[in-house]
Each structure stands twice: as structure tokens, then as C-alpha cells.
């Protein structure tokens, strides 16, 4: 006969709420100060002293530049036949010298078939295990059993050892791996503002404590003068608090989820 059968369960849910780096739009900036100069994406925040708000102006216009070099070096704009024009990517155009696309846009180089294009990125997959190096546009580590070069794109990938952990300063060496740092493994104040996440332009905001630890950066860490740039402009002070804009905290967040289940013995008599 069973006597008794018990279920028993565990839900442990934790998370760390990340936000957007410049995640503010100029009208939810409430200061001057705070306003003129700052730029959240392709805008630029101006402040307009009649009705006292922040205003957003879009950016230039290609056509209004006057000149190859002030054009060619602008992100969406290309020198095409002597006039600056709107650009998205150069594979768009045909040419067979090389200083001829980039005198386009800076970005632009001499591919095969006479076309231009961007200069392919080194992938790190081509490094041999000991010439692994990190390259301008990725982190490489050893990683795996036999080692090889790889691309982190996590900080578990920084297991292989505490060097290669360390490469990347989003990322801790904990005993024996490698994981995402916390604000409680800074150890120095100046260091305790935020940790970039491996997804830009997102971050977690770190607090230095009045016991001199670093810790999550929470609301009501910030006053009504630090609030905007100690949040990396994603939140503004309102109301007597320092609340976050609409476009942060970001639309996810890490979350770590834990569940144990233990069944006991099933007894039969």
C-alpha cells in the first residue's frame, strides 16, 4: 500500500534590469543643461528658450552639405558625381580604382568584380591557437577541448582560463569560469558607474554605496542633479524623483531560472 507521495518544488527567479545608453528622447529632458548638446541617435537636442521644452532636430540633410570631405565622412551620405547625396551601403556603386569608392564614404574599399563594398572583419575562427588575438571589431579567446580561436560572444566562452576571461571587461573570472560581471565584483569606486552588455548599447547602472560597496544602481540612488548622466541618459528627474524614460529600461533583461523538483521515496508496505 503507498503510504505517501510528496512533490516538492523550488522557483527561484532573479534578474538584473539592464538599460538603454542614451535612451531618453529630447523632449522627455526637462533641463537645459541637460539638453543642448546631447544626442540620441540621429537627432540632436536643441533647447528652444520661447516654449522652455527640448526640442529634437533631425540631422542634416546630405544635400545641404558643401564639400566632398565634410560629406563622405557623415555615416548616411555619399559624394556621388560632385554632390553629396543620401547613402546606405556601399556595394550600391561600381568602381575600379579603390580611392575612387572611398572618396564615396569612408567606409567603402575596392572589391572583386569592380564593385565596392566594406572591408570584410577578421574573423577570429582564422587565427591559429597561438596567434589568438583580439582584433578592432571582435574579443577572441581560446575556448574548447581540443583549444581553438573563437569570437566571445558570451562570457561562458571565456572559460578556458582566467586570461582569456579577462579579455573582455563585460565578463568575471569566478573559481573555474567565466561569467557575466556584477556590480558587487567592482571593488573600486571609480570603476562603479555601469558594465556594457555584450548587446549595445545596453548596460547595467552601478551605485557605489555609503559603505563603500558597488552595487545595482537603483532610483532613488540618484538626485536631482546626478539622475541624467549618472544613468547614462536614460532617465530624467520628474516629479521628485528620478524616473526612467520610455525607451529604457530595455525590453529584456538577464534573467537566471532555477527550478528543483524533489520527489520522495514512494513507500509500499
Same mark, same amino acid.
Given at each position: +500500500?503507498?503510504?505517501?507521495?510528496?512533490?516538492?518544488?523550488?522557483?527561484?527567479?532573479? /534578474?538584473?534590469?539592464?538599460?538603454?545608453?542614451?535612451?531618453?528622447?529630447?523632449?522627455?529632458?526637462?533641463?537645459?543643461?541637460?539638453? &543642448?548638446?546631447?544626442?540620441?541617435?540621429?537627432?540632436?537636442?536643441?533647447?528652444?528658450?520661447?516654449?522652455?521644452?527640448?526640442?529634437?532636430?533631425?540631422?542634416?540633410?546630405?544635400? +545641404?552639405?558643401?564639400?566632398?570631405?565634410?560629406?563622405?565622412?557623415?555615416?548616411?551620405?555619399?559624394?556621388?558625381?560632385?554632390?553629396?547625396?543620401?547613402?546606405?551601403?556601399?556595394?550600391?556603386?561600381?568602381?575600379?580604382?579603390?580611392?575612387?569608392?572611398?572618396?564615396?564614404?569612408?567606409?567603402?574599399?575596392?572589391?572583386?568584380?569592380?564593385?565596392?563594398?566594406?572591408?570584410?572583419?577578421?574573423?577570429?575562427? *582564422?587565427?591559429?591557437?597561438?596567434?589568438?588575438?583580439?582584433?578592432?571589431?571582435?574579443?577572441?579567446?581560446? *575556448?574548447?577541448?581540443?583549444?581553438?580561436?573563437?569570437?566571445?560572444?558570451?562570457? *561562458?566562452?571565456?572559460? /578556458?582560463?582566467?586570461?582569456?576571461?579577462?579579455?573582455?571587461?563585460?565578463?568575471?573570472?569566478?573559481? &573555474?569560469?567565466?561569467? &557575466?560581471?556584477?556590480?558587487?565584483?567592482?571593488? =573600486?569606486?571609480?570603476?562603479?558607474?555601469?558594465? +556594457?552588455?555584450?548587446?549595445?548599447? /545596453? =548596460?547595467?547602472?552601478?551605485?557605489?554605496?555609503?559603505?563603500?560597496?558597488?552595487?545595482?544602481?537603483?532610483?532613488?540612488? /540618484?538626485? =536631482?542633479?546626478?539622475?541624467?548622466?549618472?544613468? =547614462?541618459? *536614460?532617465?530624467?528627474?520628474?516629479?521628485?524623483?528620478?524616473?526612467?524614460?520610455?525607451?529604457?529600461?530595455?525590453?529584456?533583461?538577464?534573467?537566471?531560472?532555477?527550478?528543483?523538483?524533489?520527489?520522495?521515496?514512494?513507500?509500499?508496505?
Amino acid at each position: +500500500m503507498v503510504r505517501s507521495l510528496v512533490l516538492l518544488s523550488f522557483l527561484i527567479v532573479s /534578474y538584473t534590469t539592464e538599460i538603454k545608453i542614451n535612451g531618453c528622447t529630447c523632449d522627455e529632458v526637462l533641463k537645459q543643461e541637460e539638453c &543642448d548638446g546631447y544626442q540620441p541617435g540621429d537627432m540632436n537636442c536643441d533647447w528652444n528658450e520661447q516654449k522652455n521644452v527640448c526640442d529634437a532636430d533631425p540631422r542634416i540633410s546630405c544635400s +545641404m552639405i558643401d564639400g566632398q570631405e565634410l560629406c563622405r565622412v557623415q555615416a548616411y551620405c555619399g559624394w556621388v558625381s560632385g554632390k553629396c547625396v543620401d547613402f546606405k551601403q556601399c556595394t550600391d556603386y561600381k568602381e575600379t580604382v579603390d580611392q575612387k569608392c572611398n572618396n564615396i564614404n569612408f567606409k567603402c574599399v575596392l572589391l572583386e568584380d569592380d564593385k565596392c563594398g566594406t572591408k570584410k572583419p577578421i574573423e577570429c575562427e *582564422s587565427f591559429a591557437v597561438e596567434n589568438c588575438k583580439s582584433t578592432s571589431n571582435n574579443v577572441c579567446v581560446l *575556448s574548447g577541448t581540443p583549444a581553438a580561436c573563437v569570437t566571445m560572444k558570451t562570457c *561562458s566562452d571565456g572559460s /578556458y582560463n582566467n586570461d582569456q576571461c579577462k579579455k573582455n571587461s563585460k565578463c568575471f573570472w569566478d573559481t &573555474d569560469k567565466c561569467r &557575466d560581471k556584477k556590480c558587487s565584483d567592482i571593488q =573600486a569606486k571609480d570603476s562603479c558607474s555601469l558594465i +556594457m552588455s555584450f548587446f549595445s548599447p /545596453y =548596460a547595467t547602472l552601478c551605485h557605489w554605496s555609503a559603505d563603500n560597496k558597488c552595487i545595482d544602481g537603483e532610483d532613488e540612488h /540618484y538626485t =536631482a542633479e546626478t539622475c541624467f548622466k549618472g544613468s =547614462a541618459q *536614460s532617465k530624467v528627474w520628474k516629479d521628485g524623483q528620478c524616473r526612467s524614460c520610455t525607451d529604457s529600461p530595455a525590453p529584456g533583461y538577464s534573467n537566471v531560472l532555477s527550478v528543483f523538483m524533489i520527489l520522495f521515496a514512494i513507500i509500499v508496505m
